[in-house]
């Protein structure tokens, strides 16, 4: 029932900047922590973001400062701005929700960052 679909991967220079979306069906993201996980070929899938419903953010040390998560509770959507990207940035992108013990993912979007 609870489903989320990500979007807005792609391809980027080094640098550059690139946003996630994360539409959620079945669930409101304001009742459950939502977040970003990542996941690169031959490397343990990593938490990137996250926020609670009390609006509280949660960032990876690697990300802090250039990624910024938000929530859009009209759209019932979780972003994930990305700036200054680097190559090691490259990585598939997972929406992530949690409630009650529940945990929820995305099929994941393919952000590749190139030189």
């Known amino acids: 029932q609870v489903q989320l679909v990500e979007s807005g991967g792609g391809l980027v220079q080094a640098g550059g900047s690139l946003r996630l979306s994360c539409a959620a069906s079945?669930?409101?993201?304001?009742?459950?922590?939502m977040g970003w996980y990542r996941q690169a070929p031959g490397n343990q899938r990593e938490l990137v973001a996250t926020?609670?419903?009390?609006?509280?953010?949660n960032y990876a040390g690697f990300v802090k400062g250039r990624f910024t998560i938000s929530r859009d509770n009209a759209k019932n959507t979780v972003g994930l701005q990305m700036n200054s990207l680097k190559l090691e940035d490259t990585a598939v992108y997972y929406c992530?929700?949690?409630?009650?013990?529940?945990?929820?993912w995305g099929q994941g979007t393919q952000v590749t960052v190139s030189s």
């Open positions: 992530y929700r949690r409630h009650w013990g529940n945990v929820y």
């Open positions: 079945g669930s409101t993201v304001s009742s459950g922590t």
């Open positions: 926020i609670t419903p009390g609006g509280t953010t």
